[in-house]
């Protein structure tokens, strides 16, 4: 018979001072941390010989993203988040957000004028001086385009004034300017805020599971995480065709939308799928994005994009093609990779989460993305889209320029769930496309989660960097890629900051 050794006081008050709360207590998992575990001391007596730790009831498995960080599921209600709010956040002033348009306006039409008007070789006989201005004009001119750009974003939200009727109007102006589809883009992009973070109804962004990126490379998904690393090269010419190309083609073919249009309610979605001339874009009022009652705003933001492609011809038809490329075009492009950059990284992070259904909620939803900083250019030319996205997430109807008051105000709410990463500024925003790329390949369930646990799924890479992808139903010995639990982080709870992959 197995005789029972006794527990003394001292065992059982240092088993107990070892049951602090962890991270996770919000959730159903109470297991500590890496950083929490007891370690082994110098001592050749341990805890466990004393008995002190025989009935510790096993804990559910805990969920980590990539980084190797434990991850609780967000427990506080939209309610609270609101609640939080000071009311004044929520005015909206058409009188001040019109102001920022003819601010924004003007920027863009006093640039061309003086470009116009002394970049000439009147004034500026070196041809490679001229080249080099025009260059800046077309950079500087793309940065006031997406500034314009962003404050129609606010009309299709609603937060740019009290008026439906003036956002509207404003937004189909602004944006038709600038090739976007308004009202087509307003109504998908209103789907995308209901269900953020939802693998089969989120709108953009959507990253592949394992078994579709392993499709997609021919591979199939239990040997992904056999794979070589990709190139740097690779990589490389992936981001600048995502960043030249990703708006337009997003557009065009719905790529990185989700892919479920049979489900669409009116039956719209049969027979089709994402990808080019295959039914699902923004121009086509039968396209499954919309419904019935979607048409006839279908068809008015394509009068828009008609009546600028006119505007367009006709300048390049009388004061030539080459001019209007570098007068529109390539700030046009411009435009473009700041808004697939910045809606990228806004969703796209090692530390976020997706969901599948069962597990998703609107709360959980919206706090899987994450703040980030582009300082002057992000807060005063981009109207702070880059730093309050988590905010724009819960209530999309708060202007712009109340976001950063409401933003601080919900974080005591959200606590650990708050992400941002703001290290290093501009730089670091730039640096955060390339580790995101690296980063950021496929998502997959933790390998032995339990529950809701088993719908929650973060990124992995074939690249061994952070928790590396499952093997065959196990990670490996550690399940860690070569950076393991100590890989580098983002700063992504308040208060908390650690170096990342640089």
């Known amino acids: 018979m197995r005789t029972q050794r006794k527990t003394t006081p001292m065992a059982t008050a240092i088993a107990q001072s070892l049951e602090r709360p962890t991270a996770a207590s919000s959730s159903s998992s109470t297991s500590a941390s890496p950083a929490d575990s007891p370690t082994q001391g110098s001592s050749s007596t341990s805890l466990s010989s004393m008995g002190s730790l025989e009935d510790t009831k096993p804990t559910e498995p805990r969920l980590v993203d990539t980084y190797g960080n434990e991850f609780a599921l967000p427990d506080f209600t939209i309610k609270q988040i609101r609640d939080a709010i000071p009311s004044h956040c929520f005015e909206r002033s058409g009188a001040r957000g019109l102001s920022y348009v003819l601010r924004d306006v003007f920027c863009l039409a006093t640039t061309f004028a003086l470009c116009h008007r002394y970049v000439t070789p009147e004034y500026v006989s070196s041809p490679y001086l001229r080249a080099a201005l025009w260059a800046a004009y077309t950079f500087v001119q793309g940065l006031f385009g997406t500034g314009l750009w962003v404050l129609a974003h606010e009309c299709g939200h609603q937060s740019f004034s009290p008026s439906k009727t003036l956002n509207d109007t404003v937004g ?7 090739l976007v589809p308004y009202f087509s883009w307003k109504i998908s992009h209103g789907k995308h805020h209901k269900a953020t973070g939802n693998l089969e109804r989120d709108m953009v962004f959507v990253p592949k599971t394992r078994d579709q990126y392993a499709s997609k490379i021919g591979h199939l998904a239990h040997e992904v995480a056999e794979l070589m690393e990709e190139t740097p090269i690779l990589t490389a010419t992936h ?15 719905n790529i990185t939308g989700h892919n479920y249009h049979e489900r669409q309610i009116e039956g719209r979605g049969r027979g ?3 990808g080019f001339l295959q039914g699902v874009n923004h121009f086509n ?3 499954p994005l919309y419904e019935s009652r979607d048409q006839k705003l279908i068809w008015l933001s394509d009068l828009g994009l008609a009546i600028a492609g006119s505007i367009l011809f006709m300048v390049g038809k009388n004061f030539g093609w080459a001019n209007l490329a570098v007068w529109y075009f390539l700030p046009y492009l411009w435009v473009n990779h700041w808004l697939v950059a910045i809606t990228y990284l806004q969703h796209t992070d090692p530390s976020l989460p997706h969901y599948e259904a069962q597990s998703w909620n609107f709360a959980r939803g919206a706090a899987a993305t994450i703040d980030r900083e582009f300082g002057f250019i992000g807060r005063h030319l981009f109207h702070g889209i880059i730093e309050t996205h988590v905010l724009h997430h819960y209530v999309s109807t708060i202007p712009f320029y109340n976001a950063d008051e409401a933003s601080e105000a919900i974080k005591p709410v959200m606590g650990i769930h708050y992400r941002a990463d703001t290290r290093d500024g501009p730089l670091g925003f730039l640096k955060s496309l390339w580790t995101s790329s690296r980063w950021c390949q496929w998502v997959e369930p933790n390998e032995d989660a339990v529950g809701e646990g088993k719908g929650v799924l973060f990124y992995r890479n074939r690249n061994g960097l952070g928790v590396g992808p499952q093997k065959g139903g196990r990670r490996g010995s550690d399940g860690l890629g070569k950076s393991g639990l100590n890989a580098p982080t983002t700063k992504m709870f308040i208060g908390a900051e650690v170096d990342k992959e640089q």
């Not at 189909?172 to 600038?178: D, G, P, Q, V």
């Not at 981001?239 to 073919?253: I, K």
């Open 172 to 178: 189909w102006f602004c944006h038709s300017a600038l």
């Open 239 to 253: 981001l600048l065709a995502q960043q030249l190309t990703g708006w337009p083609v997003y557009l065009v073919a």
């Open 272 to 274: 089709k799928q994402n």
């Open 285 to 287: 009022p039968t396209s």
